[in-house]
């Protein structure tokens, strides 16, 4: 494995990082600002629509879909330092057209959606013209289990009826989101892994309401928003099925492979920035007659953030690389392990940092809370711990069968 970047990734390093300098953090609080005081999900930051029209004109954009007409045509190892640079703001993926659940979702319909699924909807989500959002997650469930999904998606005719309700379907509660990927039971008598089917869902169909969205630790993360919606009756025509019945579960492997390798890469970029604040911070402030840098306690921080960020990275390569090489169903092990290690290492480089900085920490005028409370959920997002060091485990028992 040769983790060298080319020419090509080293130029799109450069023009992002200038990029991330000159336009995203400066502009940070400029997206607060603009959010409306009055009803936070009505609109959304003009800000955003500026900057994506600078990162078109630049080429910063679609860089996430590999071997694809569609996107930037680079490799999951290439896309990764990248992918991180952009994790260093909780503004930066959208603005390159590279935030979840749109990346996804966009995968999705690429790699199984019709024609006509591609013009209606692919092409405006490319475009940046639009969002989207997955719902499959259940308040009834334990949806860590995807099998225990109760939608229905029942065929009557040339349309599909569905009905059941999704909450954290994330990206809902933005004004621009127009579809939505759902997930659901089509024939609870196939094999336990054939009975789930997923259909496209236009969010104005009528039957689907947004109830209500749901904060984060108290962060209601407007106006992209994890909403709980409920599909009643719901009319589509039978074409917006994907791939077919009972195809549900094969989707799901293609899109969450991606998906949670995307998450590692910009929570490596979270972690740097979280030990940047520090690194900065402590030599700024004097406790007990120095420096803190001067703290033995710090500076083993500080250490053990650099050797876990390091491994981390390398670890999140080599599950691309195999991504890129033997394909995500053989690489499903690394994912599974980065999928783990990523949060929590970046958690407790976000906690050390909000350590040294005290109070100035877990306020609005550094990062560093908002993006503890944000990676926090990735350890239940697309699969908890738990489940992912089942399938670990489970691996590495072969070995010895």
């Known amino acids: ?11 799109l390093q450069e023009k992002l990082g ?33 900057l994506k029209q600078k990162a078109k004109e630049q080429g910063l954009w679609n860089l996430f879909l590999p071997e694809s007409e569609y996107g930037g045509g680079l490799t999951n190892v290439e896309y990764a330092p990248l992918c991180e640079m952009m994790g260093r703001s909780s503004i930066g993926p959208e603005v390159f057209n590279c935030a979840a659940p749109d990346t996804g979702n966009m995968e999705v319909l690429v790699r199984y959606g019709t024609e006509e699924h591609k013009d209606k909807w692919l092409l405006p989500l490319l475009n940046g013209e639009i969002r989207s959002c997955f719902s499959m997650t259940e308040p009834e469930v334990a949806s860590s289990d995807a099998t225990n999904i109760q939608a229905s998606i029942i065929r009557d005719g040339d ?5 059941g309700t999704k ?17 659901g039971k089509n024939d609870p008598n196939a094999a336990k892994h054939k009975q789930q089917s997923m259909i496209l869902v236009p ?9 209500r969205t749901l904060n984060v630790f108290g962060y209601d993360h407007a106006p992209h928003g994890h909403a709980e919606i409920e599909y009643k009756d719901v009319r589509v025509p039978a074409s917006n099925m994907l791939l077919g019945e009972g195809r549900g579960f094969e989707i799901a492997q293609g899109r969450l492979g991606p998906g949670r390798i995307h998450h590692c890469m910009r929570t490596i970029g979270a972690a740097e920035r979280a030990l940047e604040i520090l690194c900065k911070r402590v030599q700024e402030r004097t406790a007990f007659g120095k420096k803190l840098a001067e703290q033995g306690v710090i500076q083993e921080w ?27 169903k053989e690489a499903k092990t690394e994912i ?17 940092a909000i350590q040294a900085l005290g109070a ?19 350890r239940l997002a697309d699969g908890p711990d738990e489940v992912h060091k089942r399938a670990i485990a489970r691996q590495e028992l072969k070995k010895y069968q």
């Open 1 to 11: 494995m040769n983790f060298d970047y080319s020419d090509k990734v080293k130029d």
């Open 18 to 50: 200038e990029f991330m300098d000159e336009h995203i953090f400066p502009h940070e609080q400029t997206y607060r600002d603009q959010l409306d005081k009055n009803d936070r999900f009505s609109s959304y930051p003009q800000i955003i629509d500026e």
């Open 159 to 163: 349309e599909y009826v569905v009905n």
């Open 167 to 183: 909450w954290w379907s994330s990206g809902a509660g933005d004004p621009r989101c127009k579809i939505a990927i759902v997930m």
């Open 203 to 211: 969010l104005d169909t009528p039957g689907v309401t947004i109830k």
């Open 302 to 328: 500080i250490a053990e953030a650099r050797i876990n960020i390091e491994q981390t990275r390398l670890l999140t390569l080599k599950a691309a690389y195999m991504m890129d090489t033997v394909g995500n």
């Open 336 to 352: 599974a392990m980065i999928k783990v290690v990523a949060p929590n290492m970046a958690l407790e480089i976000i906690d050390h």
């Open 360 to 378: 100035a920490g877990v306020s609005q005028d550094y990062p560093l809370a908002a993006s503890w409370a944000n990676i926090r959920t990735l």
